[in-house]
């Protein structure tokens, strides 16, 4: 399999992908969206939605026999992380010694993939703005990935985002409480910004457009400058005007940051608590 700077209308390999729900799908799209062949893709998903079932009118092998797959070149591990062991000794038969496996499975150590289903792993830790094209994802290789495969690897993960590279698999737990579950918290800042809205007498729909359309605002403002969000918040704060008030509330002993490290930490507790 080859690929050129990583491009993926390059890769001349096979690719097996095992669960094409959300992020599968969307990790799909962007790898067809940025030229791969859809020949040279298999998806196995016991339970094919209708947007599944589009990827097959498009050229890509939904569900054949696993005996007619062989030994795959790219394994992409998308399945709920409790059905890991179950689908992956399933998936063991097409994966051989120097199979690259890419794992995107929150919690499952490159250790478990490993022994589950063998190959060459790499585990990494998406998040839900993949369905945009706008994720970020971090990853982890194996200490026998080749350079080539790890090309491979990000030119597929790039497919709905951006990418950064550790080697300490331990930083993955940290990882995935700050962007695998932080839009959540992005989320949830949107919805009680509109509950207090509405408490301060806004109209409820008018309180939600102005909370979400913020937000999203915000964060696109956040995404195009080149200025740090700590310079971003300053911008928009005017000393003694109204932004400062409640900043003096979100950033007290009791406010934003105390609150965010306690919640970030929990997630990484229970990312440990998970691994297997």
């Known amino acids: 399999m080859t690929t050129s700077s990583g491009a993926l209308k390059n890769f001349t390999g096979s690719l097996v992908l095992a669960g094409a729900g959300k992020m599968g799908g969307a990790m799909l799209s962007g790898w067809l969206d940025g030229g791969l062949d859809p020949k040279r893709v298999t998806i196995i998903e016991p339970y094919p939605s209708d947007e599944t079932r589009g990827f097959a009118a498009r050229g890509v092998q939904l569900n054949p026999e696993m005996k007619a797959i062989g030994t795959a070149d790219v394994l992409v591990l998308a399945v709920k992380p409790q059905m890991f062991r179950d689908a992956g000794s399933q998936l063991r038969s097409i994966a051989g010694a120097s199979t690259l496996v890419v794992s995107i499975m929150a919690g499952t ?3 478990a993939l490993t022994d589950v289903c063998g190959g060459r792993v790499i585990r990494a830790m998406p998040n839900t703005p993949a369905a945009i094209g706008r994720g970020i994802t971090v990853a982890v290789p194996a200490s026998d990935v080749t350079a080539d495969q790890r ?12 990418v950064e590279w550790v080697d300490d698999e331990a930083l993955m737990d940290a990882v995935t409480a700050v962007s695998g579950s932080g839009p959540a918290y992005v989320f949830l800042l949107a919805e009680e910004m509109a509950r207090a809205g509405v408490a301060a007498g806004l ?3 008018l309180a939600t457009k102005l909370a979400r359309e913020t937000v999203a605002g915000s964060g696109e403002l956040l995404h195009r400058s080149d200025q740090t969000s700590a310079t971003l918040r300053q911008n928009v704060t005017s000393p003694g005007g109204t932004t400062a008030a409640a900043l003096e509330v979100l950033m007290g002993a009791n406010g934003f940051q105390p609150l965010l490290t306690k919640a970030i930490a929990a997630a990484t507790k229970r990312s440990k608590e998970l691994a297997k």
């Open 203 to 205: 109209p409820e729909a």
């Open 109 to 111: 150590t490159i250790a």
């Open 151 to 162: 090309a491979v690897a990000d030119a597929l993960l790039r497919g709905t985002g951006s």
